[in-house]
């Protein structure tokens, strides 16, 4: 089984790398209805992007999303717009659809599958988040909205769905700089918890590459960043896909 | 609205405690119809147990179930049937529930939240899992079944979602000990995937206690025990209810 996958997937660029996207998308999001743009092309070979606002996303949400937004691109003295210092990085519902051909392949190979984070069809149920990342800076900021689903203790979100969003974050950001790569450890200290409902910033930094292993700091906060939420380290490991395919 | 909370639940005696399942309801269980016991029964005060057998459990999770379901009970000299080392813990969709009146509390207050690891109506499509624990060897063991929406790299499960048993299995297993309790540190060393719909084991040690800080440690592997998944090491710190519901 693993190996007719690796014979399927054989000539892939990668499977776990977010490709980014440029500017001028950027900047036709902010002059489009936010409705629309969550809504799936039918027939289209092109995945929903599920990191674009939905009607789920509340004030919060929304407001860092456009900041956050309007930081990927720059005017330049001719008032022509360029490519910024952030950008945003699309999200689907298998990993699977980031290599060429992957929607296709989505529905023959484990059809049903669905990536953890998005696998959810109600909008705002659990996780509602999107990524942004900086190249220059080496750093990453995911805004998360936690759902109501994602309970742990009675009325805070699970220990387990901090860790998923923070493997998520770290991993993006990790795929980023040295594609693909798998999670070697998370060492996580939750310092307090976070209310259902809430909207928080996860934000990821590179602490050093040795080799085939990249090492990445975390940290989730409130949005206005006075609260400190969550504090990790992870250590990602490059690897070749077939590796992945074959169970490693 | 979080002190609101607090007077609700003032003079609960736990609200993350899982209360154990006495040898008799053990014995019970096997005489009667798999289907039948994960039907949640109409009008009832009693909350769903999910960690019952349903429809979409494979050989072997049935298979280990019942091994450790048979752990639960000793017949004496006299064929005399007696609580055994083992016990099997109940699992509700909100840990809310596992409080006296929590079932009709749970319906008030934040009605439309679901434990993170019981979110999903369709049986077998996410965590499938049952936990048993043997006081006397300080042990804890979980059988999981994971579902196909627990995807991360293509084909495999998410190490999110690996965390978020650990986090579950180790928790549990600590509240066991000194109720209750919140997640300081989960430190988690990610050795080998897991491929989707696999049956693994979650077995996890008492390392020590100090004061208010209880150390486990945890292994996931298969069930044969031949293959290690992932290892790790949690802390856990005994904290006051009204701390939990007033945010920490």
Redesign the interface.
């Known amino acids: 089984m ?1 190996r007719s ?1 690796a014979r399927l ?1 054989k000539g892939f660029q990668s ?2 790398a977010l490709p980014a996207v440029a500017a001028p998308a950027c900047a036709s999001l902010r002059s489009a209805s936010l409705r629309t743009m969550a809504v799936p092309l039918p027939f289209s070979s092109k995945p929903r992007d599920f990191s674009l606002p939905n009607v789920s996303w509340g004030p919060e949400m929304l407001r860092l999303y456009e900041f956050y937004n309007n930081l990927c691109e720059r005017e330049t003295e001719g008032a022509e717009k360029r490519r910024g210092p952030w950008q945003r990085l699309p999200s689907y519902n ?3 659809k980031y290599a060429t051909g992957g929607v296709y392949l989505s529905k023959i ?2 059809s ?6 998005r ?1 959810m069809r109600n909008p705002g149920a ?1 996780f509602e988040y999107v990524l942004f990342v900086n190249k220059e800076e080496q750093r990453c900021v995911c805004i998360l909205q936690a759902g ?14 901090i ?6 974050v770290t ?1 993006t950001h990790a795929s980023q700089l040295c594609e693909p790569v ?9 310092r ?2 976070i ?2 409902g809430s909207t928080v910033l996860i934000e990821s930094t590179l602490d050093r590459k040795e080799g085939k292993k990249t090492y990445i700091s975390c940290k989730v906060t409130s949005t206005d960043g006075s609260k400190l939420h969550t504090e990790a380290t992870a250590l990602f490991v490059s690897i070749s896909i077939s590796h ?2 074959l ?2």
Request: hydrophobic share 45%; proline share 7%; glycine share 12%.
């Open positions: 693993a996958l997937v499977i776990t298998r990993s699977l190979i484990q049903k599958a669905r990536l953890f984070t696998n659990a109501h689903l994602l309970e742990g203790p009675p009325g805070h979100v699970h220990g387990g769905a860790a998923t969003m923070i493997d998520t991993g798998m999670t070697a450890n998370l060492n996580i200290n939750y307090s918890p209310p259902l992945l395919l169970g490693g």
